[in-house]
């Protein structure tokens, strides 16, 4: 079974805090994307990578950045956090050849 | 701007009925299609995958794609309280990268 995990199920942080999301899997996925989640918005796509050190913006990557030193480690940063960015953070993988897309099980961050 | 477009619901369904869930997309290119379930809370699960024209049957789950129309259904047969859930259509459009755009959703309650 793919398993994709996030560092936090829950997370409360300050306006202007530097923010660090952390998501691994244990299948040797190529892709892995960080989506955010919000009501009557859906989920939207922040970045994504396909392979280490290599990233690639989605289509709301104001406000993040992304690392990704090992395959296996994909982590979002919030530089300097906002309450508009109080949200559900879901972190997802897929092999290379598959388009099948696997979730974690989300981060709901709340930024006062 | 590439969409994809659900009806937001509620669908509400008896048991034992057929739930039937609508998805248009706007990228005549689209290859790959893509149902996912996703309860309150929880993150989102892979529960069906199409890639050609047709019907695609899963136990009590259909997928129905027609490229023509640019129109995608998941039907649930023999719909259960457990199948209450939002209902994500994800498409991987052609972009060249494999990235998924999600509808915002539909809401299935299937009643006792």
């Known amino acids: 079974d793919v398993k994709v995990t996030q560092s936090s199920r829950y997370l409360v942080k300050r306006t202007g805090e530097k923010v660090f999301l952390e998501c691994v899997q244990d299948m040797d996925h190529e892709n892995m994307f960080w989506y955010r989640q919000d009501p009557g918005l859906g989920l939207r796509l922040i970045y994504f990578?396909?392979?280490?050190?290599?990233?690639e913006k989605g289509d709301i990557p104001e406000g993040y950045s992304v690392s990704r030193e090992k395959k296996e480690r994909f982590s979002l940063i919030l530089e300097s956090a906002s309450t508009n960015q109080t949200s559900m953070y879901l972190c997802a993988s897929s092999p290379l050849l598959k388009r099948e897309q696997y979730f974690g099980p989300g981060t709901r961050l709340t930024v006062t | 701007q590439k969409e994809v477009e659900q009806n937001s619901g509620p669908l509400s369904v008896p048991e034992g009925a057929i739930a039937s869930l609508n998805c248009t997309y706007s990228d005549r290119g689209s290859q790959s299609f893509f149902w996912y379930r996703q309860y309150s809370g929880k993150s989102p699960e892979l529960i069906m995958s199409i890639y050609s024209n047709g019907d695609k049957e899963d136990g009590r789950f259909t997928a129905q794609l027609n490229k023509a129309s640019q129109y995608v259904s998941l039907l649930i047969r023999d719909s259960q309280p457990s199948d209450s859930a939002t209902y994500l259509c994800a498409v991987m459009m052609n972009s060249g990268y494999s990235t998924l755009t999600f509808g915002k959703g539909t809401m299935l309650l299937v009643s006792p």
């Open positions: 990578s396909y392979d280490v050190k290599m990233k």
